[in-house]
């Protein structure tokens, strides 16, 4: 009986004395644990060698001299393909961004093509583009295998949703704003970014699926939104019947995710129901003071699989959060962004941005 109380007690004391967030178990319809790889983290880096004639400012350029985060994460063809944020070291915003692209025959160690696959140019999209660049990539293909690129762009005072297509991941074709169209162009001036569409995740493809009639994405950067679409490419926000952006969930007080959500991959249909990996930032004065101030952690959500905007569960803790050199310093300190999500070689791998610097694995 003793023996049995020092057990109890030892197990108490042991979480008690652990870090917020990590002592809780993770509800059974979560997509964890997942592990750092820790030997060959970070994955992906700056490169100065790396150099391609910028079709707007007419001259070379060191297009992933500064920093490389944030990537989508393709399966095709049996390889593991990543498209990233790479910026330069030029111009007033301390670099402009674009999307490269690398591949893997292991899901870990990369190769790297030597020019960006999708970046500002002279065409009727610089006027969003340029000079921010092009951000965040997330991507889903369809049924019958065409690609779609959510992204962000920056023209210095908007952050807008772009889309972008693509037969083979190296020749995108640019359709615009993803919310042009809607509603006479009324959210054309909205500031709006991270789209993370509902898939089926299919031999290791992220499958766009269409619920009650159109696909859905979720989106935003302070709460996380909602948008419908019949075709991928042409976006409608959800309003709350005012007029506004309906919030489908926001940060919480007291908790890690305090401060702002951002949607992560894209979001995956499954038998439990819509299950969203979401980044977040904390702020200590009214979150998580355990954690360093700005803290971006990364946790998930299940919604409601035939309303999209209903939650049905949310974690209470993150399961990933900085702590190694390479997250916790960098050109934004103490991140960890995840936004690419595969099932390759018979696990899962999440790919995330480390201090808006590098880029990290993790594996299931």
Known sequence: MRYLQLIILITILGCNASAPGTTRPNPEWSLTPFEKVDSLNPILLADTNSVFHCPVRNQPIQWEAK??????????????FLLYRAEDKI???AGTSRIGIAWSRDGLNFTKYPYPV???EKDSFDIY?????????????DEQGIYYMTYTSYDGQT???????SPD??????????????????????????????????????????????????????????????????????????GGILPVFGPRKGMFDSDLVEPGPPAMLTDKGILLIYNSRNVRARGDSSL????????????DPQQPSKVISRMDHYFIKPDQPYELNGQVNNVCFAEGLIYYKNRWILYYGTADAKIAAAIQ
């Open 67 to 80: 920093d490389v985060f944030n990537p989508a994460a393709v399966v095709r063809n049996d390889t593991a």
């Open 129 to 141: 583009e340029w000079e921010g660049g092009c951000e965040d990539p997330r991507i889903v293909e």
């Open 118 to 120: 999708l970046y500002p």
């Open 292 to 303: 360093p101030e700005g803290t971006y952690t990364v946790s998930q959500i299940l919604l």
């Open 91 to 93: 111009g007033k915003y």
């Open 169 to 242: 991941l190296f020749h995108w074709k640019k359709t615009g704003p993803a919310f042009a169209k809607a509603e006479n162009g009324k959210f054309m001036q909205l500031w709006s970014k991270s789209g993370a569409i509902i898939c089926r995740y299919q031999q290791g493809k992220a499958v766009a699926v269409k619920i009650n009639g159109k696909y859905w994405m979720y989106w935003g950067d302070t709460n996380i939104f909602l948008a419908a679409s019949n075709d991928l490419i042409n976006w409608t926000p959800v309003e709350n019947g005012g």
């Open 159 to 165: 952050a807008r949703l772009m889309v972008a297509s």
